[in-house]
């Protein structure tokens, strides 16, 4: 796998947490597409790597491609890497649109290469374990989420794509997708969305969810947080019990069980709590275009939290809720 030439389109925040983590699982990148190739990234360091600004080149050099440009931008460099043959990673969310999503998926699949979007919560060690718990039974079939996610606003400026939220989708695509994605891969399949936006905020969104399985999902997203401050917290209930996190606690998951279960463990084993979860997405990602392992996310999944995000800006600037259609199920 380390034979592989990596190459990263986009050299902004994401692009840096991205070559840290191929480095750390020794697959560095040998090629970067930037805007300009005399505008070689600080965090590059010493690494021996290429700088590229034309696309059709850049894709000649490479392998596979990690895709971490600006959201907009997605889908467009997604359908390139699909055309040129080679598997790709993107950053989430994988398109603004359904429609959009399912170009890209479509493209994936007539090429017979994979495509991996990056859902990090499902590599998430707390979020994982908690998972883990769920489908062990232990607090029986879920039933109510309260899911959370504060944190200060991005720098932007008036000339940032950042700044427009048709480029990038709003506090619902850049930060509750994290959550929506999370709240369906827990109770399954969404039916409706109902959600309210503080517009006078920095960005500070409510969404529920109902679940088809009868689950209730609440999730709460801000960027209303001072800087740098950043925090995230679940709870997710159940007939027996609790489980729960919270980054403010030191203790990374708790299990409250019901009086008469009289058990108080998560029965987790020797699972890290510290594990990187970008290093564990990549490995993961390079694993399934071996064929060795099965993806912790599909495009269909990625497509399903792309069609909740939308929901909940409609709903936000509608005031009514809003169906769920299903869109199909599987890779």
Not at 127 to 142: C, K, L, N
Not at 148 to 168: I, T, Y
Not at 297 to 305: M, S, V
Not at 315 to 322: D, E, F, K
Request: a negative charge.
């Amino acid at each position: 796998m380390s034979e592989r030439r990596v190459g990263i389109i986009g050299t902004g925040f994401m692009g840096e947490v991205h070559t840290a983590a191929w480095r750390a699982i020794g697959s560095a990148p040998s090629a970067v597409l930037a805007r300009s190739t005399t505008l070689r990234p600080a965090y590059l360091g010493n690494l021996e790597v290429d700088i590229y600004d034309d696309l059709q080149e850049f894709l000649a050099a490479v392998d596979i491609v990690d895709i971490c440009a600006p959201t907009h931008l997605h889908a467009e460099f997604a359908l390139a890497v699909a055309a040129a043959g080679k598997p790709a990673i993107c950053e989430k969310p994988l398109s603004l649109s359904v429609d959009e999503g399912l170009e890209v998926i479509s493209a994936f699949e007539r090429a017979g290469v994979h495509l991996h979007v990056g859902h990090i919560l499902r590599y998430s060690p707390e979020y994982t374990a908690a998972r883990q718990a769920v489908e062990a039974g232990r607090i029986g079939e879920p039933a109510v989420l309260r899911l959370s996610r504060l944190s200060f606003a991005p720098e932007r400026g008036q000339a940032s794509w950042f700044e427009d939220d048709s480029k990038s989708g709003g506090i619902a695509f850049d930060l509750m997708i994290h959550d929506l994605d999370y709240a369906r891969w827990i109770a399954g399949e969404v039916v409706s969305v109902f959600a309210k936006s503080a517009p006078k905020s920095r960005g500070h969104a409510i969404a529920v969810l109902k679940h088809a399985g009868g689950a209730i999902t609440h999730i709460e997203s801000s960027w209303s947080s001072p800087v740098p401050e950043f925090r995230t917290s679940f709870e997710i209930a159940g007939e027996h019990g609790i489980l729960g996190f919270s980054s403010d606690e030191s203790t990374p998951l708790t299990l409250r069980l019901h009086e008469e279960r009289n058990d108080s463990s998560t029965g987790l084993g020797n699972m890290s709590l510290a594990a990187n979860p970008f290093e564990l997405e990549l490995q993961n990602f390079l694993e399934v275009v071996d064929g060795t392992a099965h993806p912790a996310i599909t495009p269909r999944d990625a497509l399903a939290a792309v069609q909740l995000a939308a929901a909940v800006r409609q709903s936000a600037r509608t005031g009514q809720p809003v169906r769920i259609e299903s869109i199909g199920k599987g890779e």
